[in-house]
């Protein structure tokens, strides 16, 4: 009973491929995340949706494109694909304000997704 | 903008002995406090957290974090560490709401047998 889940957990691709990424959580959560973690492992935030809506956009280019096709999902699309791109990208999710069950605001992560672009 | 700042990149403790990571924040209002750890290959698993009240915050795993607002700090600690605690850590700061996670850098945990 995985929390939050991503497929693929490896992705190895050539330059200038357009590659998804999906997550799904089973937490009732109505906010979802995208984080990037490079090379020197630094996690920096990339887009979050709340109830599929988006709120947060952070300088990323617009190859990047998220989409959230009900709540419980938030995929990552990347249009083509630069070795920059090389990195592990996590999914988040969170519930705002609480509730019974999770504690505020805590965001819960995926095992994340390795992306190697050649 | 909120920042957060681990200043130790490395630090090696042997098993047994007493740890403490630490980490400091800059933000404008009382922030949300978070530390979670990542272990070789893995997501990130959370540690602890602290929204409000009580400043000395218990985790999984037998840690534990203060909150000290005159110094902007929320340092880990654990009384006696475990080869298996080998693992990178984070601290992170959030405002809620649908807000995304600052985090620092990361702290590089090696234990010495």
């Known amino acids: 009973d995985t929390a939050v889940s991503q497929t693929p957990k490896y992705l190895v691709t050539q330059m200038g491929n357009d590659k998804s990424i999906k997550c799904e959580q089973n937490l009732g959560h109505d906010t979802m995340y995208w984080y990037k973690q490079d090379s020197k492992k630094f996690l920096k935030i990339m887009f979050s949706y709340n109830n599929k809506e988006l709120i947060i956009n952070e300088t990323v280019p617009n190859r990047f494109s998220p989409k959230s096709p009900d709540k419980a999902h938030l995929n990552l699309h990347i249009n083509s694909l630069e070795l920059g791109d090389s990195a592990v990208y996590f999914c988040a999710s969170s519930q705002p304000g609480g509730g019974s069950v999770f504690p505020t605001d805590t965001q819960y992560f995926g095992p994340g997704t390795r992306l190697t672009v050649l | 903008a909120q920042s957060v700042t681990q200043p130790d990149i490395h630090i090696t403790v042997s098993e047994g002995a007493s740890l403490e990571l630490r980490c400091n924040y800059s933000y404008g209002a009382t922030p949300y406090l978070f530390w979670y750890v990542q272990s070789p290959g893995q997501g990130l698993q959370l540690l602890l957290k602290?929204?409000?009240?009580?400043?000395l915050v218990q985790g999984i795993k037998g840690f534990e974090a203060e909150f000290k607002r005159s110094q902007s700090s929320f340092n880990l600690r654990k009384p006696s560490v475990h080869w298996s605690d080998a693992a990178e850590y984070f601290c992170?700061?959030?405002?809620?709401?649908?807000?995304?996670?600052?985090f620092g850098k990361g702290t590089h945990l090696i234990i010495q047998p």
């Open positions: 992170a700061v959030g405002a809620g709401g649908a807000d995304g996670l600052t």
């Open positions: 602290y929204f409000s009240g009580d400043t």
